[in-house]
């Protein structure tokens, strides 16, 4: 419906307004107004609006009830709907025409007639109500995603609105937070309506609406106000005001109106919780402070001249509780008191640093990583890995890494870090005794006694062709190799403390046949010991390709397939797989180079899917490296898939396509088996959704090149 309705004529009046909605896709530039010049117009026109926030809709008043009445060129119908609609959601009675107008500019469909009817009818007048109360929702979000799209572009050089974003930003800079941060205030403050407040329209569906859009609202001023840190620094004062709001909410988990709450609000809750960890651990500013430590001129930092401020935020932070959101906050602190006053502080701080290791602080970080990385802005995401890693760099650099509890859990947060796309490029000219680098550097040292943690690192570290060979190349040329023995063995001499072997007799390193790809160690080759409970951990001055040990890997589990051994080695192989999916996904070129890996997956694929319980994580991964091979080489990989008894296949010959649809005389095959028998019954489809990708690349591919394959 593109009209409007007979005797409202669309003046140029106060009444007369550009949506939210509007003006941020003209922001996207997906409206016909691209030009800058244009979006620079815009802007002008509402960077207060911007900078009012959600003020910008107001409450209802008498003045604006008596403007409304006064004003001519708005019909009697629309001014009467007009104070429905502001009854209900509780909004000035002008800005409620205003919301019907846009409404009926962009998303009513019916005609001029229609809508008289609706507006006459009850019944159908509600229903009008309740879909521009909806509306009316998704206006005050697109006000604020307009503000999250200039903090996200305002610096992008290659953004083509760059100029114009950053000279908006410029206006809001002074007074963006402190307006976001009064209104995040009165959101969780504010009380739910109620039918005695709103009308008999506030039923118990329409105010969990209502909370549903607080909890939406909270969550994006917080999100705009961490993105706003990122860029600018947070006076300390801020820091403790901010500290107590969230200490005060409970992370998002004391609402007033947390009656409310149910299972589906779980997300958005956490999520206000983890913008509130993080707009606190940006505020102490934890990447300058490592420079300043670096450069030893800590005093440079906001917070070194402050005793009084840091007082205060100790004994808030211990008496902060056990939330889990706490748990990165207490760490930065941690790190910012160790660093700026180390002997004033060190009870205080060794209390607070054990919180945050109860809490889970690591295993914390992975999960809202991955959370903030699996919905909504990629560019906030981005942000907040580079937080993290600035975080977690500093604390690996500043602390033994035994103290920081399991290496898992710091490798598993530095993977889910490492997949923003600069860190990647950025990691590889970290030294390996600073950061990041330390945790490589110990996952090197473990290296192929412990396989997953070193390979789940460099999995992490692809993100493009460059970073690809750096991994493979890093991977063909190891220096030590680790293993534990629970014994001495005998080919070995050694110094009298135990702390140096040397081999007798040259030994192979896998227990494979003659003529078959394994490793041989020579003999003299000298090795570090370590003891511990487990045994010897010895690390061999010895080196190889780990490309030559993974094929080596691989013939193993072929070996042991139908033993009790196979789990065991499935645990070593499926990283493996993983690294090479990455490897020849990111960079072909590299891919005739695994050839003796690649090359063995059907064998597995065979073997894995006939024992009695197939691992069917394992399976997933070889079909996965597949589906990258069949992009490239669809006959040969369709021609020797043929062979593994994997596919579905006729028990007869097809004669024409009406059997074939039937699947008269089909056989399941151990693909079809797999379903069945164990991902169907457990609800869990790995196999079949890397089976469906590799149909379709195959299919795809064919098509393009009309293959008879």
């Known amino acids: 419906w593109r009209g409007h309705v007979p005797g409202e004529k669309m003046a140029d009046t106060e009444m007369c307004v550009r949506s939210s909605r509007e003006l941020w896709t003209i922001l996207l530039g997906r409206s016909a107004l691209r030009e800058p010049a244009q979006v620079e117009a815009e802007l002008d026109r509402n960077w207060e609006r911007l900078l009012s926030g959600l003020c910008y809709y107001k409450p209802p008043s008498s003045s604006s009830a008596e403007k409304l009445k006064s004003e001519k060129d708005v019909a009697q119908s629309m001014k009467d709907f007009g104070l429905r609609i502001s009854k209900v959601l509780g909004l000035d009675e002008q800005q409620s025409v205003q919301i019907l107008q846009c409404y009926l500019q962009e998303d009513y469909r019916g005609t001029r007639d229609a809508l008289k009817s609706v507006l006459q009818d009850e019944r159908q007048s509600q229903a009008l109500l309740i879909k ?49 941060r009064a209104q995040f205030e009165d959101l969780f403050r504010a009380e739910a309506p109620t039918w005695e407040t709103h009308g008999n329209l506030m039923t118990e569906r329409q105010v969990s609406r209502w909370f549903l859009q607080c909890l939406r609202e909270q969550a994006l001023l917080l999100e705009i106000i961490f993105l706003y840190y990122a860029y600018f620094e947070m006076a300390p004062n801020d820091l403790v005001a901010f500290t107590k709001i969230f200490k005060e909410q409970g992370f998002g988990h004391r609402q007033t109106n947390r009656h409310l709450v149910d299972k589906s609000m779980d997300a958005l809750v956490d999520r206000i919780g983890y913008f509130s960890s993080l707009i606190l651990v940006e505020g102490m500013d934890i990447d300058f402070l490592h420079k300043c430590a670096i450069e030893d001129r800590t005093e440079q930092h906001q917070f070194s001249n402050t005793p ?82 600035g975080l977690i760099s500093f604390v690996i650099t500043s602390f033994e890494e035994e103290t920081l509890g399991s290496q898992q859990h710091l490798i598993d947060v530095a993977c889910e870090v490492l997949t923003a796309p600069s860190l990647a490029e950025l990691f590889w000219e ?57 014994h001495k063995p005998n080919d070995i001499l050694s110094r009298e403390d ?126 996965n490296c597949l589906t990258v091979l069949a992009a490239r080489l669809p006959a040969k990989v369709w021609a020797a898939l ?47 959704i890397a089976f469906l990708r590799l149909v379709t690349t195959l299919v795809k591919v064919n098509l393009s090149v009309h293959s008879p394959s």
């Open 308 to 389: 009084e401020l840091c007082k205060e935020m100790d004994q808030m932070l211990l008496n902060f509780g056990d939330i889990p959101h706490h748990a990165p906050v207490l760490l930065a602190w941690v790190l910012l008191r160790h660093t700026l006053s180390p002997d004033e502080s060190s009870p205080v701080i060794r209390r607070i640093g054990n919180t945050s290791l109860q809490l889970g602080v690591f295993q914390y970080l992975t999960r809202m990583l991955r959370a903030l990385g699996s919905s909504g802005n990629n560019c906030t995401a981005s942000t907040a890995r580079m937080c993290i890693y």
């Open 132 to 180: 521009i109360a909806d509306y009316y929702y998704e206006e005050r979000i697109c006000l604020l995603r307009c503000v999250l799209l200039l903090l996200t572009y305002f610096q992008d050089e290659r953004h083509p609105y760059r100029a114009e974003y950053s000279n908006c930003v410029n206006k809001l800079e002074k007074d963006l937070v402190s307006k976001y």
């Open 430 to 486: 970290t030294k390996p005794n600073v950061g990041l680098g330390m945790i490589l550097d110990s996952a090197v040292g473990m290296f192929p006694q412990k396989i997953g943690p070193l390979l789940q690192l460099l999995t992490a570290l692809l993100s493009d062709k460059s970073t690809a060979k750096k991994v493979y190349s890093f991977l063909d040329k190891m220096s030590f190799y680790t293993e534990l023995y629970k």
């Open 498 to 623: 135990e702390t140096l072997w040397r081999r007798q007799a040259p030994k192979l390193l896998y227990p494979l046949g003659l003529g078959q790809t394994n490793l041989r160690m020579p003999l003299g080759t000298l090795g570090q010991v370590i003891p511990g409970e487990q045994g010897y951990m010895v690390r061999w001055d010895y080196s190889y390709s780990s490309w030559t040990l993974f094929t080596c890997e691989i013939e193993m589990l072929l070996h042991v397939v139908s033993t009790a051994d196979v789990i065991q080695h499935c645990q070593i192989v499926k990283p493996i797989l993983d690294l090479v999916h990455k490897v020849i996904s990111t960079d072909w070129s590299i891919s005739d180079c695994l050839l003796p890996i690649t090359s063995r997956i059907y064998m597995l694929l065979q073997r894995l899917t006939s024992v009695i319980n197939p691992p069917v994580d394992v399976i997933a991964s070889c079909v």
């Open 642 to 688: 043929l062979h593994t008894g994997f596919l579905p296949f006729a028990s007869t010959p097809l004669t024409n396509m009406a059997q074939s649809i039937s699947a008269e005389g089909m056989k399941a095959g151990n693909y079809g088996n797999l379903l069945i028998l164990i991902e169907q019954p457990q609800g869990e489809y790995a196999v079949t």
